[in-house]
């Protein structure tokens, strides 16, 4: 089992930046691949970007330029920097872990983290 648990979601206004962070605890060796998900009121979760052990990473063309993810393997952290955000980034933030990139990209998820809110007033 492995356990995720995110923090730094809030409220910030357009133009404004967060730092989401996702700490992973227990058997992580399974879930090489790390990433965020967001479901927004109304609407399906979608993917947001994910990082390889190795660092590779991907993302949706929505956050492209604006959203970088990175981790710190030794501490089992992956970090969310957002800058530039919309109101339309408004959503509630999922860590999940999956054996790789591509998996993540096929929505197929080992562990899911609870959740964050993530608020960009206009």
């Known amino acids: 089992q492995v356990q995720l648990v995110e923090s730094g979601g809030g409220l910030v206004q357009a133009g404004g930046s967060l730092r989401l962070s996702c700490a992973a605890s227990?058997?992580?060796?399974?879930?090489?691949?790390m990433g965020w998900f967001r479901q927004a009121p109304g609407k399906e979760r979608e993917f947001v970007t994910g990082i390889s052990w190795s660092g590779g990473t991907a993302y949706a063309d929505s956050v492209k330029g604006r959203f970088t993810i990175s981790r710190d393997n030794a501490k089992n952290l992956v970090y969310l920097q957002m800058n530039s955000l919309k109101p339309e980034d408004t959503a509630v933030y999922y860590c999940?872990?999956?054996?790789?990139?591509?998996?993540?990209?096929?929505?197929?998820?080992?562990?899911w983290g609870q959740g964050t809110q993530v608020t960009v007033s206009s």
């Open positions: 227990g058997r992580t060796g399974s879930s090489a691949a």
């Open positions: 999940a872990a999956a054996p790789t990139v591509a998996t993540m990209l096929r929505d197929r998820i080992l562990y």
